[in-house]
């Protein structure tokens, strides 16, 4: 089992800036791909960004030059740092993880279905 606790999240507006942490504990952390799902209400959840254990990172188009995401294996934490926020950003934030099982395709990390083990979620709400 792995458990998941993100905080950060809050109201800011348009522009602004909020950086989500995610710690994480029970399996060794550096041998998981850690992700941000995020979902707003009456819409599905939607992939933001990932990182793999060897530190690739991946991004939805919509993120890209805006969010960061990163990890520190040292304190078991990954983050995403979110700049140049937009209402459309506005969502509750999952941090989620699973096993890397290593190769070179990526594509299973990028939606929502792969991921087994997910934390309570954090809300974003940028204000216009």
């Known amino acids: 089992q792995v458990q998941l606790v993100e905080s950060g999240g809050g109201l800011v507006q348009a522009g602004g800036s909020l950086r989500l942490s995610c710690a994480a504990s029970?399996?060794?952390?550096?041998?998981?791909?850690m992700a941000w799902i995020r979902q707003d209400i009456g819409k599905e959840r939607e992939f933001v960004a990932a990182?793999?254990?060897?530190?690739?990172?991946y991004y939805t188009d919509s993120v890209k030059d805006r969010f960061t995401i990163s990890r520190d294996n040292a304190k078991s934490t990954v983050y995403l740092q979110m700049n140049s926020l937009k209402p459309e950003d506005t969502a509750t934030y999952y941090c989620?993880?699973?096993?890397?099982?290593?190769?070179?395709?990526?594509?299973?990390?990028?939606?929502?279905?792969?991921?087994?083990?997910w934390g309570q979620g954090t809300q974003v709400t940028v204000s216009s």
């Open positions: 989620v993880a699973t096993f890397d099982y290593g190769g070179p395709d990526y594509r299973p990390y990028l939606g929502p279905t792969i991921y087994a083990y």
């Open positions: 990182i793999r254990t060897d530190d690739t990172t």
């Open positions: 029970g399996r060794p952390f550096s041998r998981y791909v």
